[in-house]
């Protein structure tokens, strides 16, 4: 199973359609910097955040990457992921997550 890197975005919709326990089923290894953790908690009251997204077990949270330059057309958090894959060999970065998630889904029948 491959490594994945995720951001705010897909914890958040794959939370809301009760689907957040695939990820670990179809990526094994699922990991979130730092920043994707401080945006969960302080949406956490203003978008009905579970605390599945803040408390899974399977869910790795690490620092964010060293030299990560901030991007104003990007939030912290999505920042963090897309330095973080791109520094480590083999990560899969989650802009494409949902809709892997959807086909490997579909295609084995979870």
Same mark, same amino acid.
């Given at each position: 199973?491959?490594?994945?890197?995720?951001?705010?975005?897909?914890?958040?919709?794959?939370?809301?359609?009760?689907? %957040?326990?695939?990820?670990?089923?179809?990526? $094994?290894?699922?990991? @979130? /910097?730092?920043?994707?953790?401080? !945006?969960?908690? #302080?949406?956490?009251?203003?978008?009905?955040?579970?605390?599945?997204?803040?408390?899974?077990?399977? %869910?790795?949270?690490?620092?964010?990457?060293? $030299?990560?330059?901030? @991007? /104003?057309?990007?939030?912290?958090? !999505?920042?963090? #992921?897309?330095?973080?894959?791109?520094?480590?060999?083999?990560?899969?970065?989650?802009?494409?997550?949902?809709?892997?998630?959807?086909?490997?889904?579909?295609?084995?029948?979870?």
């Amino acid at each position: 199973m491959k490594t994945v890197v995720v951001n705010t975005s897909p914890l958040l919709v794959l939370d809301r359609i009760d689907c %957040l326990h695939l990820l670990p089923r179809l990526f $094994g290894h699922v990991i @979130r /910097p730092q920043s994707v953790v401080d !945006e969960i908690k #302080a949406g956490h009251n203003k978008y009905g955040i579970s605390e599945r997204i803040i408390c899974s077990e399977w %869910l790795e949270t690490t620092d964010d990457p060293p $030299g990560m330059a901030l @991007r /104003p057309e990007l939030g912290a958090g !999505e920042t963090a #992921a897309i330095t973080l894959a791109l520094q480590r060999t083999g990560f899969r970065m989650s802009n494409s997550l949902i809709r892997t998630v959807k086909e490997r889904v579909r295609n084995s029948g979870a």
